[in-house]
């Protein structure tokens, strides 16, 4: 656990804070929550901190963090299924119940609607004190491993979901996201009914 001003979150909390972050300058060094001039106008698209989350958790960087497919529609029209991490989803709600996220819904020209979130006054300080080790398992995931520059974030939408992180300054870093491929998940059951319901007719037609 990690208090800052008396306020205790997991570690798994505090990296989600930190990726929110890293998400904003995903599309400059300028878009960034510790940026006074961009403090209050910054927001964070719900499916972006969604897609980052589920990659890193397959990373094994969100260490209580799982996924499983669940079906979502996106902005009212199109749906797919996606890998959701439901831990993830609940820190983000625990997050704003302490006052650390904000959250915004905004409806679209389909009549759908898009979420974005933003960190409060509150939850730009607890960024500011994040540990350096913390920081920097995350920072790696968003830098080119050839020239050292910061990754761009793809999301295309159209019959199917293409999500990737890819360089465009060397051109040799490409990573594929693979949030909206559904895994087969192999499982083992048992009729354990029908052995019930057995012995319940064995103890009734034999007396014991």
Not at 146 to 173: A, P, Q, W, Y
Not at 188 to 193: L, N
């Amino acid at each position: 656990m990690f208090t800052f001003d008396g306020v205790s979150l997991t570690k798994d909390q505090v990296r989600l804070i930190y990726l929110i972050e890293q998400i904003g300058q995903l599309k400059g060094n300028d878009f960034s929550f510790l940026n006074e001039k961009m403090f209050g106008k910054l927001w964070v698209k719900e499916l972006s901190i969604l897609i980052l989350a589920y990659h890193l958790t397959v990373e094994g960087i969100f260490e209580t963090y799982d996924y499983a497919p669940t079906p979502i529609q996106f902005f009212g029209r199109t749906s797919y299924t996606v890998n959701l991490t439901f831990e993830g989803i609940d820190d983000i709600e625990d997050l704003r119940e302490l006052n650390i996220l904000e959250k915004i819904r905004l409806s679209t020209t389909q009549y759908g609607f898009v979420t974005g979130y933003r960190l409060t006054e509150k939850g730009v300080k607890i960024l500011e004190n994040i540990p350096e080790d913390v920081k920097e398992e995350i920072d790696k995931h968003f830098y080119c491993k050839h020239c050292k520059k910061r990754l761009d974030f793809l999301c295309e939408m159209g019959s199917e979901l293409i999500v990737k992180l890819k360089c465009s300054s060397c051109n040799k870093t490409e990573i594929d996201i693979e949030f909206a491929i559904a895994e087969d998940v192999s499982y083992v059951s048992r009729p354990y009914f029908l052995e019930i319901m057995k012995s319940l007719v064995v103890r009734n037609g034999s007396g014991e």
